[in-house]
T-cell receptor
Framework: KQEVTQIPAALSVPEGENLVLNCSFTDSAIYNLQWFRQDPGKGLTSLLLIQSSQREQTSGRLNASLDKSSGRSTLYIAASQPGDSATYLCAPCAGRGGTSYGKLTFGQGTILTVHP | KAGVTQTPRYLIKTRGQQVTLSCSPISGHRSVSWYQQTPGQGLQFLFE???????NKGNFPGRFSGRQFSNSRSEMNVSTLELGDSALYLC??????????????FGPGTRLTVL
């Protein structure tokens, strides 16, 4: 059974700092991994998708890395802004060959607060 | 292109009633998944449909069921509601081109409150 852990659980930083959010997962047989953000009471917004064959993916100020063999992914946020305040969720997608193919397993998330 | 839409956005029901939630995926997306989000358990997978067939199912009781129509729209039903069913129910759609899981896009969710 896939288990996902995100560290830290919460993070409060001043505007402009570079941040690192960590995600670890127990089953390395994943198809891909997505990072999402969730604003309070809202749905999930997809930030980045990394295929299992990729090591890194970038979108604007966001960069995500994946080390499938060690079961780790990292989301790097450059020059943080107050608008980045949200909960960030990591979700590996189960791979082929199992009964859970395509299922996303979520961690508890990292609650990020960026102060002006 | 319109995103994933879910209706209704909010629902209040009483214990023992049943409820039906609806999800319209992004145009062209054929896979629809449902998730339950609660403060205690976080986000948990309910089930996934593709071409009107349930392809995967999570560890939820039989009171939770779903279906998908030929236009890929999906509904989920919860019968005999319990207080613990109060949650945000999220729907996600994916292109699933040639059997490959692509990026999954989520709707705004339906907030269900059971009294």
């Amino acid at each position: 059974k896939q288990e996902v852990t995100q560290i830290p659980a919460a993070l409060s930083v001043p505007e402009g700092e570079n941040l690192v959010l960590n995600c670890s997962f127990t089953d390395s047989a994943i198809y891909n991994l997505q990072w999402f953000r969730q604003d309070p009471g809202k749905g999930l917004t997809s930030l980045l998708l990394i295929q299992s064959s990729q090591r890194e993916q970038t979108s604007g100020r966001l960069n995500a890395s994946l080390d499938k063999s060690s079961g780790r992914s990292t989301l790097y946020i450059a020059a943080s802004q107050p608008g980045d305040s949200a909960t960030y969720l990591c979700a590996p997608c189960a791979g082929r060959g199992g009964t859970s193919y395509g299922k996303l397993t979520f961690g508890q998330g990292t609650i990020l607060t960026v102060h002006p | 292109k319109a995103g994933v839409t879910q209706t209704p956005r909010y629902l209040i029901k009483t214990r023992g009633q049943q409820v039906t939630l609806s999800c319209s995926p992004i145009s062209g997306h054929r896979s629809v998944s449902w998730y339950q989000q609660t403060p205690g358990q976080g986000l948990q997978f309910l089930f996934e449909y593709f071409s009107e067939t349930q392809r995967n199912k999570g560890n939820f009781p039989g009171r939770f069921s779903g279906r998908q129509f030929s236009n890929s729209r999906s509904e989920m039903n919860v019968s005999t509601l319990e207080l613990g069913d109060s949650a945000l129910y999220l729907c996600a759609s994916s292109l699933d081109y040639r059997g490959e899981y692509n990026e999954q896009f989520f709707g705004p969710g339906t907030r269900l409150t059971v009294l």
